[in-house]
């Protein structure tokens, strides 16, 4: 993973190793419609720690999206939510794997990103509510900035009032490994760049879309200029 990082062009200067623990790994498996099962096992990722965060401060004095997910200790989640308003960063968390969250950090984040199952969880485990409602009001609780809720190939939903739906992009998916991740990528990407919402949640979707026409996770991930390119050639639905 370091080396395939470095060839992409990330950052690794505070990349943490653990010489008694392996990387964390994620088992998948996909059906013939594309669709996948997910088993995640934690290994370094257990070990985060706040102070890792804390030896990384000079990043988050120019970040302008600090993305994150619950793949590793609450309290570094947590830790890295104060240090990224600290410094004025926007904040994204993806729920996943899903958990109840504490309202203290809950209230701090400016875009929640659940699919519908993470959404059930967060917002009181009661599966008929309509998800419109579920995520609007888990936003005026939680009194959050916005929740967008992904709804695979219907795409995505803003928890507006009312709500908004931006259409997925049809396309022949082979895989839907890591097109949650894809999609929060493209969104921090668009609200970096500071593109208003509905196109941000556009430009996430087309992300989303174009990893599922490929398979495995971080091979179905598509660069920049094939995203521009997805774009000119698909109008938005």
Do not use: W
């Amino acid at each position: 993973a370091f080396r395939f990082f470095q060839s992409e062009g990330i950052q690794t200067d505070y990349m943490a190793f653990d010489d008694d623990l392996a990387t964390g790994l994620a088992m998948i498996a996909v059906n013939a419609k594309g669709e996948n099962t997910i088993v995640v096992s934690q290994g370094a990722n257990a070990c985060l720690s706040p102070q890792d965060i804390y030896n990384a401060e000079t990043v988050f004095r120019t970040a302008k999206v600090v993305l994150l997910q619950l793949e590793v200790p609450i309290v570094t989640v947590m830790a890295t939510v104060e240090i990224a308003h600290q410094h004025g960063a926007t904040v994204i968390l993806n729920p996943a794997p899903a958990v109840a969250l504490p309202a203290e950090l809950l209230s701090k984040v400016d875009y929640l990103t659940p699919n519908e199952t993470e959404l059930v969880i967060l917002s009181g485990n009661n599966p008929n509510v309509d998800v419109g409602e579920a995520a609007f009001e888990l936003r005026k609780t939680a009194d959050m900035q916005q929740v967008i809720v992904t709804l695979g190939p219907r795409g995505a939903l803003i928890a507006d009032q009312p709500k908004q739906i931006i259409p997925a992009y049809p396309v022949n998916a082979i895989d839907t490994t890591a097109a949650g991740d894809a999609f929060n990528g493209g969104l921090a990407v668009s609200l970096a760049q500071g593109k208003q919402l509905v196109d941000s949640v556009r430009y996430a979707n087309a992300v989303g879309a174009i990893s599922t026409t490929r398979p495995g996770a971080q091979p179905s991930l598509p660069t920049a200029l094939e995203v521009e390119k997805f774009l000119r050639e698909h109008p938005s639905p």
